[in-house]
């Protein structure tokens, strides 16, 4: 049985082994690779390792290798290797552009042995670019180790091109598709907006806002821009009742200028955005990103973001953030580009500069141009733009997803169809909160020259869900609003998010990523620093909530639930997560030099009357040690334990019981 067994899972093995494609993944040697003083990583003998980056479409691409010179009369060669070393029977070559120069393929065994496999006996074809698929009578009676490619460059005129070298145990031809996002329908509907938004010149780049009402865009060359070479300006529309989108605008002074001006993204609660370039005083604009944050009064000056080592040679750039703030994703030309425009990161630091831009990896990256970055809500899906994966034309969109908290690794890019991208440049996909709608821009089917288009989104290329949070701030006393930070922290990582309220301005908006469990504090001077958590560790939908947070002014006599103070199960074990919560207590009493505090412990009516009053009793006595032990002078903190006596909620339910456990922070003397 056990011999059976084995011989199954060896014949099963062999199968998917037969089956599978093996991409090069090693230059071996190569006789010669494109390069000129403009180029860094394009047409280089790297660029045929991998799966097509052009094919099915054909053209000459910097994602494939290109010998030094045109029509050489001296062969040209290039040998790479596998992650395999196996028996083959088909080797299959894309060769995107000036098809038909390859005369010979050659293998070479594991004591690398040259064999020939094929020789061209066919005089060139009219075609562009193809996959050339040799298969072979029987596989080889070797276990190949590298192949070789012979060329003959003179054999069509101009530059020749090879994409990717496959290997396969299958006689089936290798085929090169395009990675399509799983599960797409079989059409997507994509409406383009009409003429309260797009006009008979160019509306680009859109970005729509967290709650999906506000759609702000580029128009360029248009007759009402600033200016008398009508350079791009930021317009923007409101959705109406009727679901329909209003009028466009110009947004005002001093968003808009007379040179290039573009909205590259919005914060969720829509009082900060982010423009392309930087606003110099005197009405001129240098290389760089800006941000401007909205008043009582309107939009304030562009302030440049400072980014460590701005060094970027690319005439143009895009740029998004994430939702908390924290992470800028731009595309340009910097350290260690892959090739042409490509994405990268930079993170803010603790003086509020920015760091210096790092390449976000290959996986994303080619050595063609990537652009227009959208990062979703959920802070871990990204839409972009790219000439250097498999498409359907001009540049595609594609959705990858961030796989750890390095920002570095992501999944491979998928291209989100044939129903939205067409041969035509399409780009700048922008998707609210909600999900429901995504926005871009297009050529095809255009009023004018470029217009904007939205689609319902697929779910296979849905962002995660996010809870939006809203509300305000108000004095507990006198039920006024207040101005305050509001600090959101996941439980256990050093990600936070931080706003300030203001009540001249609305609203504080937060978008939060489901399944995720948060601290929510705010804080103003002369009041007690609220502090609650939030579990959305069994949301899976999007999600409003509405949580207005009341403040406790430090006055004798006012008091508050130290809702983040946390206890091992029915002991007085102080868990780690609760020290927050204690250290902010202990910066309220050292800038409150007199003030003088009770602490009063709550538990529920579960189990031992007597139990309970002592444990409530030494669980506020712990707390009173950790203060002490942060230089809180001790007879400054008076504790009472009251045990199950003064319940807030019913004792019917769990849901209800938590409320009754709990510490109370009274403020005795000012």
């Given at each position: 049985m056990r011999i059976f067994a084995f011989l199954l899972f060896f014949l099963i093995s062999y199968i998917t082994t037969a089956q599978k494609t093996f991409w090069a993944s090693k230059v071996v040697a190569f006789s010669s690779e494109y390069s000129d003083a403009k180029t860094t990583k394009e047409n280089r003998a790297t660029q045929a390792l991998g799966k097509p980056s052009k094919l099915p479409m054909v053209g000459t691409s910097p994602c494939a290798w290109q010998p030094l010179t045109q029509d050489n009369p001296q062969e040209e060669f290039l040998i790479v290797s596998f992650d395999t070393l196996m028996s083959i029977q088909q080797v299959a070559i894309a060769e995107n552009y000036g098809q038909g120069c390859i005369v010979r393929v050659e293998a070479f065994d594991e004591q690398d042995n040259l064999k020939l496999l094929w020789t061209n006996k066919t005089a060139p074809s009219s075609e562009t670019g193809k996959m050339l698929n040799l298969v072979l009578t029987k596989p080889t009676s070797y276990r190949v180790r590298s192949i070789k490619l012979v060329l003959n460059t003179a054999r069509v005129k101009g530059w020749n091109q090879i994409d990717a070298i496959g290997i396969s145990q299958s006689t089936t031809p290798i085929k090169a598709s395009v990675n399509l996002a799983k599960n797409l329908p079989q059409q997507i509907i994509k409406e383009n907006l009409g003429q309260n938004v797009n006009s008979l010149y160019r509306e680009i780049a859109p970005v729509i806002s967290p709650d999906g009402k506000t759609l702000y865009f580029t128009r360029w060359e248009h007759p009402e821009n600033l200016g008398k070479d009508k350079n791009q300006d930021v317009w923007y529309s409101e959705l109406q009742k009727d679901n329909k989108w209003g009028m466009a605008r110009s947004m005002p002074a001093p968003i808009n200028n007379t040179e290039h001006n573009a909205l590259c993204a919005i914060s969720p609660d829509g009082k900060t955005i982010l423009l392309n370039n930087v606003y110099l005083k005197d009405g001129g604009m240098a290389n760089g990103v800006s941000i401007a944050k909205k008043s009582e009064k309107g939009w304030n000056f562009p302030e440049a973001l400072s980014i460590k080592n701005f060094k970027n040679k690319s005439e143009f750039s895009e740029y998004s953030f994430s939702a908390n703030g924290r992470v800028l994703i731009l595309t340009g030309q910097f350290k260690e580009t892959q090739g042409g425009k490509d994405i990268y990161l930079s993170f803010l630091q603790a003086d509020g500069k920015w760091s210096e831009p790092v390449n976000a990896g290959k996986t994303i990256n080619t050595a063609d141009d990537e652009s227009s970055p959208f990062l979703a809500a959920d802070g871990t899906t990204l839409y972009f733009s790219s000439y250097g994966f498999s498409g359907y034309g001009s540049s595609d969109i594609f959705v990858t997803r961030r796989l750890d908290?390095?920002?570095?690794?992501?999944?491979?890019?998928?291209?989100?169809?044939?129903?939205?991208?067409?041969?035509?440049?399409?780009?700048?996909?922008?998707?609210?909160?909600?999900?429901?709608?995504?926005?871009?821009?297009?050529?095809?089917?255009?009023i004018g020259q470029e217009d904007i288009f939205k689609f319902k989104v697929p779910e296979s290329i849905k962002p995660n869900a996010v809870v939006q949070l809203t509300g305000s701030v108000f004095n507990i006393v006198t039920n006024k609003p207040v101005k305050a930070k509001i600090t959101l922290q996941t439980m256990n990582t050093a990600d936070t998010v931080c706003v300030t309220f203001d009540p001249e301005t609305g609203d504080y908006k937060l978008m939060l990523p489901v399944q995720k469990t948060y601290t929510l504090t705010a804080s103003q001077k002369?009041?007690?620093?609220?502090?609650?958590?939030?579990?959305?560790?069994?949301?899976?939908?999007?999600?409003?909530?509405?949580?207005?947070?009341?403040?406790?002014?430090?006055?004798?006599?006012?008091?508050?639930?130290?809702?983040?103070?946390?206890?091992?199960?029915?002991?007085?074990?102080?868990?780690?997560?609760?020290?927050?919560?204690?250290?902010?207590?202990?910066?309220?009493?050292?800038?409150?030099?007199?003030?003088?505090?009770?602490?009063?412990?709550?538990?529920?009516?579960?189990?031992?009357?007597?139990?309970?009053?002592?444990?409530?009793?030494?669980?506020?006595?712990?707390?009173?040690?950790?203060?002490?032990?942060?230089?809180?002078?001790?007879?400054?903190?008076?504790?009472?334990?009251?045990?199950?006596?003064?319940?807030?909620?019913?004792?019917?339910?769990?849901?209800k019981r938590k409320f009754n456990r709990r510490v109370e922070f009274m403020i005795i003397k000012n």
């Open positions: 908290d390095t920002w570095l690794k992501w999944s491979e890019p998928e291209n989100v169809g044939s129903s939205i991208n067409t041969s035509e440049w399409d780009g700048y996909f922008s998707i609210s909160a909600l999900s429901d709608f995504a926005y871009y821009s297009s050529r095809e089917n255009a002369g009041f007690l620093t609220f502090s609650e958590t939030l579990d959305f560790s069994k949301e899976n939908t999007f999600k409003e909530i509405k949580k207005n947070i009341y403040l406790v002014p430090i006055e004798a006599g006012q008091r508050m639930t130290l809702n983040s103070v946390f206890f091992e199960q029915s002991k007085y074990d102080i868990l780690p997560n609760s020290y927050p919560e204690l250290d902010r207590i202990v910066a309220v009493m050292k800038e409150n030099a007199t003030m003088e505090i009770m602490l009063e412990g709550h538990t529920d009516n579960q189990g031992d009357w007597n139990a309970n009053l002592t444990l409530s009793k030494q669980r506020v006595e712990e707390v009173k040690k950790y203060l002490a032990s942060k230089g809180v002078d001790m007879r400054r903190i008076q504790t009472q334990g009251y045990g199950s006596t003064r319940p807030v909620s019913s004792n019917n339910s769990e849901e």
